[in-house]
């Protein structure tokens, strides 16, 4: 990374979203101020961190919601950003053209500048989350974005289910790999589901880690969402938002409740690691062709 | 998989091995029979279970102590799997012709036929550890094998930490990865290195569960093997084999002593889990032609 120093102190912002945007704006542009204070240098957000998470039900007038790319949230961010002197992650719902939405993440560097953005390449559907309605699939791949804090693997949340993603932004030059997120427990679920998702969702992220050598940043919602369409769809957004290292192992974990949680990032590691588990080096790169194809049958 | 019943029972042979290849081999046979005795259907053996793990020096002379694939224990086990009625999976450096070897599992069904093998993709190279001067790549790619219980993804220990080879077994239809496994630690590193390490192998593999949907049994060495030649790299085989389920939940954990893990895997979980985290149908295959590279520079 691109500063004298090897240490990086990270900020997540683990917060509760309401009905008004305005008001979630206002307590993200809060937070990162709070973990500026606290030392923080680089502040992510969760997903979709101006609203309620709205795809609980295909309703075309919830495209209002939608804003530009260069719109007022990333305006905000912007100015927080160059105020605080931090790089700030966010996440937004983007009107790239009429009948054109995706699920963005922004990357304001600590001038205010946009260092760049991300559209959200894999996006998930089920019923609650009817996210294939809503965000058109990025169509600009898997490119990490230089900032003064060295190159980000920004990627977002549906996203850190694919081992794939993790290493194309790894093999890309990625540094850390971040995902703002929006997982949530199924209510109806019993404790012992509830707990294997919580689990498994940490251990995909931790072996992304492992894989690829670098550090891991992941910043989820908390709070219970009601369903205000049908009701039917109410989410418990679990939190634990985590910090881990490059052998995946854990700086950092937050509670279900909202906070901000810090953790050191040794920026020295991950070449020491990788020299020591050298999976780049011996990655067959010639035997690989399949996973381009949807099933091997 | 081909059975009438949902439920596998799946043994684990965490053994350690001496200086003598004979009593090593005896010491599989004896273990398969008793997992038979405990209702095992299928039985997993580390990796070089007849040798002690030999690559701690580069010597011709110990190309010696490679066979043919149809060689003297791939004919014991062939015998043992048939008369005690199991599935084995085993693991052989195997001579192929003269001047080319490889770490090779070999998976004999039980009517005692050769159900399949697999060459080891991914060779690692260092301190103590010099595979690629006795092994040759695998040639023949990433392909489960069929037995009479199932469709069998079977890697080998390096393989372990590519997220790729997972996802090609998956994506041809692998139901259970399977990994013998040598994997040590460094009896130079502190404990919380050594913990670091030992986290990082079994989070990798549970990732693959997760990743693909599907369970996940990698069976280990344990013992202390001394460095016969120079006494320079000792190791400590770690133990804890494990089995996982389709979300990477453990079913079952070895300590780091010599036993047999046994573990039920319930076959229906797969496709109930898939349903739910339908990771497969939402893959960026469009976008995922840099995963053929060694870098994206």
Redesign the interface.
């Known amino acids: 990374m691109n500063e004298s120093t090897e240490a990086m102190r990270v900020a997540l912002v683990q917060h509760a979203m309401g009905p008004v945007p305005e008001q979630n704006l206002a307590t993200s542009l809060d937070a990162i101020a709070e973990a500026a204070d606290h030392g923080a240098q680089l502040v992510i957000l969760p997903e979709l961190h101006v609203t309620e998470y709205f795809c609980k039900a295909q309703d075309p007038a919830l495209f209002d919601l939608a804003e530009p790319l260069n719109g007022p949230t990333c305006s905000a961010l912007a100015e927080c950003a160059r105020e605080c002197r931090v790089v700030v992650v966010g996440s937004i719902f983007e009107h790239r053209a009429p009948g054109l939405a995706h699920n963005t993440a922004i990357v304001l560097d600590r001038d205010g500048q946009m260092a760049g953005y991300y559209r959200k ?4 559907d ?1 019923p609650g989350y009817y996210e294939k309605y809503y965000f058109t ?1 990025g169509d600009q ?2 490119e990490p974005i230089d900032t003064s804090l060295g190159r980000l693997g920004v990627l977002v949340c ?1 996203d850190q ?5 993790a ?2 932004m790894a ?3 990625a540094e850390l790999l971040i995902y703002p997120t929006a997982i949530a427990y199924d209510p109806n679920d019993p404790a012992d589901e509830q707990s ?2 919580l ?2 969702w940490q ?2 992220q ?3 880690a ?2 690829n050598g670098i550090p891991v940043a992941a910043c989820n919602r908390v709070g219970h969402e009601p369903d205000r369409t049908s009701g039917q769809y109410p989410a418990e957004f679990w939190g634990h938002s985590f910090v881990c290292g490059p ?3 854990l700086l950092a974990e937050a509670s279900d409740g909202a906070e901000i949680l810090y953790a050191e990032i040794d920026r020295s590691r991950s070449e020491r690691i990788r020299r ?5 080096r ?4 010639d ?11």
Chains 1, 2 share one sequence.
């Open positions: 390449m894999h996006i998930p089920d699939p791949g898997f549906w289910w694919f081992p794939e993603a290493r194309l093999l890309a030059g294997r998702q689990d498994a251990i995909i931790r072996a992304h492992v894989a052998q995946g192992e020591v588990w050298p999976y780049l011996d990655r067959r790169t035997a690989y062709q399949g996973l381009l194809s949807r099933y091997r049958d």
